[in-house]
């Protein structure tokens, strides 16, 4: 019981039934790492623990299921530009760059230092095809104290002559020895990283498939963001039902795939999904900047999907959650407005559950402070922008409309704190 | 000119064509509170003024064609609601606290420092019904060294009991009693502001429209905002051809006249604010929030409308014009790719163009650097965001998506310098 602690403040999470939780003048307990859960009164039995005051409001770590390490140096740049453009424009020639193992370390030192010092928690994270340079960004991020996956991409076809694999086989073989090399790292574990249908052979699929079930790895790549890249994909592969068909033909979707983006699914595609249990991330300031399109959130939760956020630096400008929460009820609004009035916008309340405790599922018991849910918190310093006469609900709500990462004033991952 | 002085840096500033204009280590000379023009190499007529270097772009002041103070207090709120649901409920109830002197002062001290602050140098704002406080407020934005427009907001019909003018007359002559008391200012100057059509009678509108001739006064006020808004008016003012019809018809549009939103006008309603060269106010925050829509800004600019952004807090939720460039951008994305492809996205160029040439022109020569241009000037520090190999152009981009108002490191207005 001695490495338990307790915060004592305005706590306010997302509740099994979805729902916002909010309690005042509150004790979040911590024990080995795992809530214990939240009390109005501390009851007797954790009365040894140390108690921090905090001010501002205590939530749960934030999950950012997809994001690209190496796009890190780009925010920013190329948003004239859409999906296709800016991959050849912008993505690719700064990815092979990492070959270059001193640009990497340089790159990925000011990568993680960012995501360290961000919202977020836990990360499902593209690096490159380069595994040395991989395992760099892992050194780096097994460092940092959070919890995240690092996946090596494989790209064997249809990509720049200067960023390519050889071949399906040398690709797997690589991804081989980056799997060995990087057994040894314990918060950053590897995930298998097919980049999208486009750039992945049919042997590179089906080698990856068997990997992943051979080594019980998760898996992660990029579905159904653009339609001119959902076109290619039907070009690309005649005899498949559809994009999503395809992933689940090599048995690439399940409870531990993430598919990014999950913008202009079917409802077959969106029954796939949900059967597999396969989790969308839903990357709204990406989906907005490249002009992807707006992905019909409400209908993902209405049918029970997994579903997290992603910032997708660099087709997302920011690696802030906040930020991306803002996108995804800005995003919802528009569509409701401009599409589809059947399918009401998101809440503040539903973008908040969005990027903890249903994005932090993939993770296992994360996102939340139930009893047995690992300790993720942030202490949000909401000094800049609340007023003294601020509900409990209002201080939520100025939150999820005005934070920024740089108003957590402490963060902790599974009990440690971070800063 | 002996009161002139240069700065010395990376100058961007949007074009009498509209393009962006790059000027990498030059100088921008200002003399009297004008600017005297931009130059690689420094004249020998200015080489007596005081140089200073400047680290960060140098851009123009940014000009807000539409806000509410009183509003300041709720930013963040209410933002789950649609318009009329969150006027009953977060802001006439606000506004009307306004009658209370006390509270007033403490309000808009607290806005008044934070639009001093922001990267605002030009503001065209909405107080409420209450003459007293709207003077209160002017003293405080005279103080501030910005130059505004500031409005007493006449309401006489459909609104709460509490929050209301008697009668036509009442509100007119009340008017005419703030703009005598109004008239010392020099910087902060009146501006009639009926509130928008369903809350002002035919003989208020049309006693503000012979004000606004017999005085040479601006005047604003908000149009087709919300669908539900315009059907309303549509059942108040049967006899109109549409909702500037009815603006129109009462002699209130004109070039020294700004409408905020536009979201949803027809073709007709489009050539009579062309006509009429009256300014439209693009407030996209507030249109997402509130969900009234997508306004097709790059239509206007097509047919030669003029037109600028407004922060329109608290519909908006913030008053920084870094973000609301950036919400322009991201409506006219997604209302390229869900309504109509016919109609480009605006670029980062199109829309720092809004924020300062476009909308500056309300104020007169303001908003560039071209030489007899009105000196407002920022210096916005990027050390926290661009990459020593950046261009000039990507440094402009990287603004364009990741500054903040926090950003600026000094703030001139007319020659003056804020901060």
Redesign the interface.
Known sequence: MMDGFVLFGDIVHTAPDSGLSLHGHSHLVVESGRCAGVFPILPERFRGLPIENCAGLIVPGFADLHLHAPQH?N??????MELLDWLNTITFPTEAHFSDEDFAAAEYEKFSAALRRSATTRACVFATIHGDATLQLMRLLEQSGLFTFVGKVNMDRNSPAFYVEDSASKSLRATERWLDAADSFTHCRPILTPRFVPSCSDELLSGLGRLARERKLPLQSHLSENLREIAWVKKLCPDSSSYTGVYEAFGLLGERSIMAHCVHLSGREIDIIHDTGTFAAHCPTSN??V????APVRRYLDAGLNIGLGSDISGG??LDLFEVMR?A???S???????DDSLP?L??ADAFALATRRGGAFFGKVGAFDAGYEADILVVDDRR?V?SEDSLS?RF??M???ARAEDVAHKYVAGVRIF
């Open positions: 140096r925010l920013g740049l190329g948003l004239d907005i900047n002009r992807s399109g707006a400008h920011t996108a009820i800005d995003v609004k528009l569509r409701w407005r401009l599409v916008a809440t503040a922008y007023n209002q709500e100025r999820v409309h005005l």
